[in-house]
């Protein structure tokens, strides 16, 4: 369970990211075209991109995920750019409204609220490892 540690948590998140990336990054074409609200108004490379950067998160992720100790410092900043994603994206869903469909904003909520479990099970995990 992700909630049970630091590590499950990141590894948990390494999931998430990858589980979102590959997709975007394979079938970029298909997901800007459903994401958009009418033909080209998400551009292909932008969905490649985010996939992309999913996947370099997802490498990051896993990377801390995996040593021993925990760097606290790394967690806490991969931490701090999940909660920063969690906070702008709302603002950014509103001003690319009239390029996304229902679709689109439905799969970017999504994003946001699993994204923001995982913030919550990774600052759980930051807690814990500070107290003991």
């Not at 990336?21 to 033909?39: E, K, Y």
């Not at 995920?65 to 606290?72: F, Q, S, V």
């Not at 999940?82 to 909520?109: H, R």
Request: glycine content about 6%.
């Amino acid at each position: 369970m992700p909630w049970q540690s630091l590590k499950s948590a990141l590894l948990f998140n390494a999931i998430v990211c990858a589980v979102f990336g590959v997709p975007l990054i394979a079938a970029g074409a298909f997901f800007a075209g459903l994401a958009g609200a009418h033909a080209g108004a998400i551009p292909v490379w932008l969905a490649t991109a985010a996939g992309a950067v999913l996947l370099v998160l997802a490498v990051d992720l896993a990377w801390v995920a995996t040593r021993r100790p925990i760097p606290r410092l790394l967690a806490r900043l991969l931490t701090l750019a999940d909660a920063a994603f969690v906070v702008a994206m709302p603002v950014v869903m509103l001003v690319a409204a009239p390029w996304l469909s229902n679709i689109g904003q439905l799969l970017l909520a999504d994003l946001v609220l699993i994204t923001a479990f995982c913030v919550w099970c990774q600052w759980r995990g930051l807690r814990q490892m500070a107290h003991a």
